[in-house]
Every structure is written in C-alpha cells, then in structure tokens.
Nanobody, 124 residues
C-alpha cells in the first residue's frame, strides 16, 4: 500500500506560480510511475502530467505544455508539479497518483493509488 499526500495548493492571481508536492509513504516509492490529475467542478478528472519512475519520460496535457513541469526526487519519495503562468481555467482540485509500474501512462484507470487532493484557485 502507498499513501500519497499533496501540498502546495492555494489561491494565486492569473499569471502567477505554484509548486505542488506529493509525498509518498508506505511501500517503497521505487518502481512507481507518477502522475498529476485535476478535477474542476462539474467536470471529469483529467490528466495533467506524468513521469516515469526514473524520471526520463514525461508527458503533459496540451493545455499545460510549456507552463507546467513535473519532476521527482526518489530519494525523498516526492513528486512535484511546478505550475507557471497560471490561468483561471487551471482552477481545480489537483490529485497525485501512483501506478504499480515504472512505465508512464496518462489514463486515470492506469493509476492505483491516489492522494486526497489539493485545491488550486486562480483568480482573474
């Protein structure tokens, strides 16, 4: 079992930046590909960014490419999401997720473990 705890959400003005963190505990963090998803009110949960276990492979939703960066520190059992140039449409609850595999994937059903989410609100 893996427990994931997100932090770093908050209220920011459009154009601003936030850095989300996801701390993993429980079973070894090694071997898990990780992802960030988000869910806005009335919308389905959507993929934002993903990273393979070794960090070599990353992928992003088109809506965040060039603005968001996913990274991980396996020594600290932590994955990060640096969000720059935030838009009001980035407002959502952001979730960290882990797979039972080192390979990068982008679909919600590919991920086994989920955090409780952290709210990101971008004001215009």
């Amino acid at each position: 079992q893996v427990q994931l705890v997100e932090s770093g959400g908050g209220l920011v003005q459009a154009g601003g930046s936030l850095r989300l963190s996801c701390a993993a505990s429980g079973r070894t963090f090694g071997g898990y590909a990780m992802g960030w998803f988000r869910q806005a009110p009335g919308k389905e949960r959507e993929f934002v960014a993903g990273i393979s276990w070794g960090g070599v492979s990353t992928d992003y939703a088109d809506s965040v490419k060039g603005r968001f960066t996913i990274s991980r520190d396996n020594a600290k059992n932590t994955v990060y999401l640096q969000m720059n140039s935030l838009h009001p449409e980035d407002t959502a609850v952001y979730y960290c997720a882990a797979r039972n595999s080192p390979a990068l994937r982008t679909r919600t059903h590919d991920f086994v473990y989920w955090g409780q989410g952290t709210q990101v609100t971008v004001s215009s």
